[in-house]
């Protein structure tokens, strides 16, 4: 009897031990699965603002207007592209890996010095906080941190090859939308372009009303004769005409502003705000006529000032659909 007693009692006592092992390895995996996603917003839907800052020191600060519109420092309107890429990360980025532990003390240090601070604040109040750092050996994730925790993690979007850090920028200019012109052709009232020096007769002004459109040569003021399906091509050649990007780095603009431009133009529509639009040639730094020690003009690309505000970079392929002579539009 006591023989089977101590088998039941030993039986019984596996089985308890097997059980808490089960709930305990159970929790475990729980917990593990859960944390995969500790980096993430489960709806980026719900997110109001997400402040990214540099040692530098540098911030950036996008804020949700409405559903599509976003603010980059409350002055400028952010690239719609570029927050709804950043929302998608924040949406689907988990952990990859941990840290090696032969890797984490010169993760954290990198991370204290370089890292990117950002904050993602949401409808109800709630925030989350982390640290982007750069990304690992095979460039396959990026070291990031949570705010108050003690590990660093890798951390990618499951099914995309390449790391995550070039999202997390605090550059005001990158996030700035590029968009230049934007006019539906009905909502355009007039357009203005001039052209310099041996190109001034080329020059015309264009004027659209309730009793049709009439283009007028700029210096005689006389109607031009013109064919009527060119000015239409011409007047719908104003949707969605976006820069290549802002000009940073040492550009001389008091110098160039003492230069004639190849042409300005002046675009006032029925609805919203005006635009205007001095246009220069931009030269290639990487083309330089050798027997003149010249560098020459990049054929792809020229240099815009707009809204006697902003300098731009913009492209011939993207831009040359409006960049009209008179004579393109006479009989």
């Not at 800052?53 to 949700?64: F, H």
């Not at 431009?261 to 006529?289: A, Q, W």
């Not at 731009?312 to 831009?319: E, G, P, S, Y």
């Amino acid at each position: 009897m006591p023989i089977k007693t101590n088998n039941i009692t030993y039986l019984i006592l596996v089985v308890l031990f097997g059980g808490l092992a089960y709930m305990l390895n159970k929790e475990k995996v729980s917990i593990s699965r859960s944390d995969r996603r500790d980096f993430s917003i489960e709806d980026s839907s719900k997110v109001v603002q997400i402040t990214l800052s540099s040692k530098v020191p540098e911030t950036a600060i996008l804020r949700r207007v409405n559903e599509s519109y976003w603010t980059i420092n409350e002055e400028y309107k952010a690239g719609n592209s570029l927050v709804q890429n950043l929302l998608k990360t924040l949406q689907r980025m988990e952990i990859a890996h941990p840290v090696p532990l032969t890797m984490r003390e010169n993760i954290l240090g990198n991370l204290a010095i370089y890292g990117i601070r950002v904050q993602v604040e949401l409808k109800n109040g709630d925030e989350k906080i982390f640290y982007v750092g750069g990304e690992n050996q095979e460039q396959s994730a990026t070291f990031m941190m949570l705010q108050n925790a003690t590990e660093p993690y890798a951390v990618h979007i499951p099914g995309f090859q390449g790391y995550l850090s070039s999202r997390f920028f605090t550059e005001e200019y990158i996030w700035r939308d590029k968009m230049i012109m934007n006019y539906d052709n009905k909502n355009i009232e007039s357009i203005m372009i001039n052209y310099m020096d041996s190109n001034t007769a080329e020059s015309f002004f264009l004027q659209q009303n309730n009793e049709g459109i009439k283009v007028y040569e700029k210096n005689s003021g006389k109607i031009a004769a013109t064919i009527e399906k060119k000015v239409k091509r011409f007047l719908a050649s104003f949707r969605k005409l976006p820069a290549e990007s802002f000009v940073s780095g040492n550009l001389n603009t008091d110098s160039l502003l003492k230069t004639n431009p190849l042409f300005e133009i002046e675009v006032t529509p029925l609805e919203g705000e005006k635009t205007s639009m001095r246009v220069y040639p931009k030269r290639n730094l990487n083309t330089v006529n050798i027997e003149d020690n010249i560098i020459m003009p990049d054929p792809e690309r020229l240099y815009a000032y707009v809204n006697e505000e902003d300098w731009m970079v913009i492209q011939l392929n993207t831009f040359n659909k409006i960049m009209v002579k008179l004579s393109d539009l006479k009989k």
